[in-house]
């Protein structure tokens, strides 16, 4: 079965641009989350779909992040604009409905910001 | 509120001795825990998980965790170390709810 992927590997962007980061999960993976790590510090989770809903975004740092998972299967977040804090690795992770214990990550996506 | 910490950032060890990764943890409830590696360019991948069975996990390629309420610890060890353990290493808890809260992470090195 494929894993979780997360598309780009990379992205560098100057402060004031638009970035959009994608994840695909797991087929079949009801649950969604986006999780970040910034420089020296622990990864910390965003949010969290349960298919297509929001369940959980009391991560999100602002209202310059938007994530969003239409249908249910991919999901993207957008960050607009970028600034520099929020250079950073973003991962994704998908699990089956059943438990909340079960969470496969993708490689990340790792986000610069000038 | 649940924290975890883990004791150190660098872990170095020569390869075939012990491998020692500590972490403590703070949770009002009876948590599931997890250890996770990180090799360079790739994702995050689950060593093994505690989720109120037997205190003592196996997990993959020869590492083991022991989980001890009593001291609040969840420490990763495995008996000999391979080259192609150095990686980064993330102890994880999980209380009630869905998020999962990480340590900073311990970079283990191996020496030949």
């Known amino acids: 079965e494929a894993g979780v992927t997360q598309f780009p590997s990379h992205s560098v962007i100057e402060k004031g641009q638009t970035v959009t980061l994608r994840c695909d999960p797991i087929?079949?993976?009801?649950?969604l989350y986006w999780y970040r790590r910034v420089m020296g510090k622990e990864i910390k989770f965003l949010l969290h779909?349960?298919?297509?809903?929001?369940?959980?975004e009391s991560g999100m740092p602002n209202n310059r992040f938007l994530a969003e998972r239409t249908g249910g299967t991919y999901s993207t977040l957008k960050v607009q604009p970028a600034e520099l804090e929020d250079s950073g690795v973003y991962f994704c992770?998908?699990?089956?409905?059943?438990?909340?214990?079960?969470?496969?990550f993708g490689p990340g996506t790792r986000l610069t910001v000038l | 509120a649940q924290s975890v910490t883990q004791l150190d950032s660098h872990v170095s060890v020569s390869e075939g001795t012990p491998v020692l990764l500590r972490c403590n943890y703070s949770?009002?409830?009876?948590?599931?825990l997890f250890w996770y590696v990180q090799h360079p360019n790739k994702g995050l991948q689950l060593l093994l998980k505690?989720?109120?069975?037997?205190?003592l996990v196996k997990g993959i390629n020869g590492f083991e965790a022991e989980f001890k309420k009593s001291e609040t610890s969840f420490h990763l060890t495995k008996p000999s170390a391979h080259m192609s353990d150095a990686a980064e290493y993330f102890c994880?808890?999980?209380?009630?709810?869905?998020?999962?809260?990480f340590g900073t992470g311990t970079s283990l090195t191996v020496i030949p």
């Open positions: 992770a998908s699990g089956r409905a059943s438990s909340y214990n079960e969470q496969f």
């Open positions: 087929s079949g993976h009801d649950n």
């Open positions: 779909f349960v298919k297509e809903s929001k369940q959980d």
């Open positions: 949770s009002s409830y009876s948590p599931s």
């Open positions: 505690y989720t109120s069975a037997a205190t």
């Open positions: 994880v808890v999980r209380e009630t709810g869905n998020q999962f809260y």
